[in-house]
């Protein structure tokens, strides 16, 4: 599901440079725009579909996104204008609003807590492979102009937008829980329930310590306003920064290798060249994740990653040749993927129920202000310099402030309450 989301919704970045841009007479700020604007509608129901989902079950509920933004995601094969994209990215951002912390939150509900961040980064590898598989797949769909009397890139959107209606209602019948999970031993069911109803029942001891020492009980709205959520959210918002820097920008990049070293590459090159950065990314998530299991998740598991991803991705554009420069924007890749899961493990140490849909969502949505913000003035800054090396300087210096905040975030956690639950056990385990 996560493999096909982020396929579906960086598509645009595929068939940019391969037709669209020139087809629909698009600007790099204009583009840039668009590819935002998803991030718009996306984040404006992100705690509202995350508290829903909570209500109605994540079976039924992530399979209704998933087969609500396949819809709007087909949609994109008959768009005519600048207009037209901006409006259906928007609303592709409205059908998938909730899909990304509501899988992070039903994986919680399903893996104790120290195991969870090898499942994260499990599912989180989908999103690098997502380019390993995904830029040469539109690379072949991207040539075969005339079929059903499309372009080529037009036929590329409605190609990735059928499995995520399929897929969709697949999960309608497979996504269960703990309890209900026909396929678990019973002794492996018992296991399972048991821990983490152990978890929850230490951090609700906790929650109750806490109000007796007169805090409130968290809620909905007591996790909106805790400092460290709010904290984590502008630690994702780098990430997020440099992700969708990447993943909107690199095939255009690429693109323009052709001027520069005096080559011409087919659809397909062009494809396995974008792909190139993310395989290792993959390798890399999936390692140092294993080591953050083995170890329990440390500051320096998310800090080092954001520090050299924001010291490499300026520096790419410098390289002087597309060897160079594929080779440091890969470090990059591989910085900002094995951080992300290890990320994610920290909400859920010190949130549960609805407070932790809230607060989960609550970072995912402030983090993917980055997806609007990146992209737009990605596009902007280069339509005003000419180039593409002050936008990746601007790129790197949010993931530094990830970096950052990180380090800030853990050692005030030996200081502080800050309104969390359990907060003596996360900054233990933080450092």
Known sequence: MFFINYLDRTAVGFAAPNGMNTDLGLTAAQFGFASGVFFIGYILLEVPSNVALVRFGARRWLARIMVSWGIV???????QNFEQLTVLRF???????????????????????KHRSKILALFYIAQPLTSVIGAPLAG???QTHGVFGLEGWRFMYLVVAIPAIVVGIIAW???????????????????LLTSLDDENIAKEKAEAAKAKAGAKKASTFSALKMGRVWMLAFIYFGFIYGLYALAF???TIIDGFQATAGVKFDFIQKGLIT?????????????WSRDATRRGVKTWHIAIPALVGGVSIPIALLAGSPIATIAI???TACAIFAALPNFWTVPTQFLTGVAAAAGIALINTIGN????????ITGWVHDWTGSYIVPMFIVGGFMLLSALLMVLLARSGRVQASGLVNQPDLAAQLH
């Open 91 to 113: 609303l592709l951002g409205v059908a998938e609003a909730g899909f990304f912390p509501g899988a992070i939150l039903f994986l919680s509900l399903w893996v104790p807590s």
């Open 249 to 251: 920008f690199l095939p």
């Open 369 to 376: 202000l980055a997806g609007f913000s990146a992209p737009f």
């Open 73 to 79: 995601a087909a949609l994109f094969t008959w768009v």
């Open 329 to 331: 924007i890969t470090v």
């Open 173 to 191: 019948f497979y996504l269960t829980s703990p309890k209900d999970a026909k396929w678990l031993t019973g002794p492996e069911r018992e296991w």
């Open 275 to 287: 792909a190139i950065p993310y395989l290792p990314a993959a390798f890399v998530l999936y390692f």
């Open 140 to 142: 072949v769909l991207l």
